[in-house]
């Protein structure tokens, strides 16, 4: 199918966001604007002398025509396209260094509802984010595009490399078995057949790809969506559960008692390992990680650094200072150590199946060996659109936390005692507060929560607090 876009059809900026672009299907979100942003990626890539680029798409049910509008787009450019088809995130980003080229395009709507899709893009091995994101948007409103075509299209199945790739570089040293919840997004395509290659044995759950996601949401930092797999540990006698995001680029980890181990403990596991290989490595995370990670990281032997939220901004530091390794609370995880530096919840799986399977305990006791504090998980206030980013400003104007607390400002203000933290920043994703406390006892966390809430109220005093 040709598309054709008229020279009055409008462009919604409020989908080109801080790491992405993302909308609603058939709102702002149609395969003339997906067209239009193939014209635009194709327009940059000529500038910076790029010819060729991978796409792909998760298994959403608007992937097929987007995915194919912005191939058609591209070609418009004279950029010639490598189609890879339905598999996750990491396998378009793999893809784009196994073939050499540097630039990829993911068609994904990532942990949104079913109506959601978007794009993640790579140009020139950048993630591009916040600037070239907007720069995508100007381009595409004014119609500045290259057009004239002779593009040409392949379609290549990447996914055997890949997982060869993975299982050829990790055995596991014994075997452990393991219960991966896909949630029907695309991972349940490639994840089991990776943990299964490195020596595990797979039991499969919501592992068949389906768009409408009919048994929960594919976002395993939403606690809720991983009660089933909780359920399913208790009357299992498997080692492990995991649970991968819609497209793949993040991971959830529960223990066979039901506990959820949160991202910023799984990267101190993952720190130790790494710096047991390169000692002195760089280990970035993001604001929301627990206050206890920079001190064991430094007991592994490597150098912490705390950074902005935002899988986009993490891969620039991370090629900016060398970092080995990095990690968000969210569940993305960045080995360049033995990969290639991007963020890959199924990848991650393995290295965490494999210092597992290299230790002569359980996985309960190798995470008891992690510190561990009382915490929340992400806490959100909604405001309307475009409103947080305001309240935030207003709000690193004004309040105060006293001589103790140590701020730190770089994503929202957070506040660390010698006992604990809070954390509060205007989400780059949707209209909310993202909020987060950490503390040694709960009598801090609740000292804690009641200064940042006298904070927040002072700013606005009608926001509803969430704790």
Known sequence: MSIEVAPSYPVDPSIFRAYDIRGVVGKSLTPELAFLLGQAIGTVMKEKGLGHIVVGRDGRLSGPELAGALAQGLNEAGIDVIDVGAVPTPVVYFAATHFDVGSGV???????????????IVVGGETLSEGAIQ???QRMASR?????????????DVVPAYIQRITSDIKLKRPL????????????????????????????MYCEVDGTFPNHH???????????????????????????????????VVTRRGEVIFPDRLLMLFARDVASRVPGATIIYDVKCTGHLKGEIEKAGALPLMWRTGHSLIKSKMRETKAELAGEMSGHFFFKERWFGFDDGIYAGARLLEILAAQSGTAEQVFETLPKGVSTPELKIELAEGEHYAFIKKFVAQATFGDEAVLTTIDGV??????????????????????????DDAEALQRIQAVYREQLLAVDPSLKIPF
């Open 106 to 120: 993911a068609v994904t709507g990532s942990h949104n509802p079913p109506d959601y899709n978007g794009f993640k």
């Open 135 to 137: 720069d995508l948007y």
């Open 144 to 156: 500045q595009l290259a057009s004239g075509g002779g593009g040409s299209l392949r379609h290549e």
């Open 177 to 204: 078995k393991v219960i991966v919840d896909c949630g029907n997004g695309i991972p349940g395509a490639v994840a089991p057949k990776v943990l299964e290659g490195i020596g595990a044995e797979v039991v499969p």
């Open 218 to 252: 594919p976002d395993p930092s939403d606690l809720h969506n991983l009660e089933d797999l909780i359920a399913e540990l208790a009357r299992s006698d498997a080692d492990l559960g995991v649970a991968f995001d819609g497209d793949g680029d993040r991971l959830g």
């Open 414 to 439: 957070r506040a660390d005692w010698p006992d604990g933290w809070g954390l509060v920043r205007a989400s780059n994703t949707t209209p909310v507060l993202v909020l987060r406390f950490d503390a």
